[in-house]
């Protein structure tokens, strides 16, 4: 059965710090994406990662991808207040349903990010 | 492009009662669309893959009676929660999968739907 674990689960840190937010999966996946939520809304997506070593940057945010340890990486550089949110990732999993995929979540990452 | 709409944004029933959310895919064709929801200050759960013309997936744990899902056409799926209980209060978020011209092959989340039940 596939897991996926996210740690820190709650965050909480000044602006112009640096921080990681760590995601582990248990087993072999094709994709991995993160998403952001505030309070109240749905998911915003942010990166999908298909490939070993990927590595996308948008912003204060950079995620990567180690499929050999099933391990990827959300950094943030320089926090600004208007990152606070929860930060979700979430593993592609491959169900014999027409070829489509279905997602399995993280707990979440809770970032409060303070002045 | 690729929006996925859903309504209502938040309803309020009386136990008892069933409440129908409706998940659409605006500009695009979602032959699979998904059900997940989610509980305060917690993660998603996907409760069911429900697929146009067919009998939805469920997920383990989730009883295919009292939440019935229809997609009934490629931009349309719809989840009834049957005689709703203040535990089934929580957010409903649909998404629809997309790879198909103008999209990517990824799920695309709707804004989802907030249900009380009193």
């Known amino acids: 059965e596939l897991k996926v674990e996210q740690n820190p689960l709650f965050l909480s840190m000044q602006e112009g710090k640096n921080y990681t937010i760590y995601c582990n999966y248990s087993?072999?996946?094709?994709?991995l994406y993160w998403y952001r939520q505030d309070p109240g809304k749905s998911l915003e997506s942010l990166f999908v990662?298909?490939?070993?070593?990927a590595v996308k940057q948008e912003g204060r945010l950079m995620a990567s991808l180690d499929t050999k340890a099933r391990l990827s990486t959300l950094h943030i550089t320089a926090a600004v207040h208007d990152l606070s949110a929860t930060y979700f990732c979430a593993v592609e999993k491959d169900i014999r349903i027409q070829g489509a995929q279905k997602l399995v979540f993280g707990q979440g990452t809770r970032l409060t990010i303070n002045p | 492009g690729a929006v996925v709409s859903q309504h209502p944004s938040w309803v309020i029933c009386k136990s008892g009662t069933s409440v129908k959310i409706e998940c659409r895919s605006l500009?695009?064709?979602?032959?699979?669309m998904f059900w997940y929801r989610q509980f305060p200050k917690q993660s998603l759960m996907l409760m069911a893959t429900?697929?146009?013309?067919?009998?939805?997936?469920?997920e383990q744990g989730v009883e295919k009676d009292k939440f019935l899902i229809n997609h009934a056409s490629l931009t349309l799926s719809t989840l009834t929660v049957t005689s709703a209980h203040p535990e089934d209060s929580s957010f409903y978020i649909c998404s629809a999968r997309g790879g198909g011209p103008g999209t990517t092959d990824t799920q695309y989340f709707g804004p989802g739907t907030r249900l009380t039940v009193l």
């Open positions: 087993t072999t996946s094709d994709r």
């Open positions: 500009d695009f064709q979602a032959t699979t």
């Open positions: 429900s697929n146009e013309g067919s009998k939805a997936t469920y």
């Open positions: 990662l298909l490939s070993n070593g």
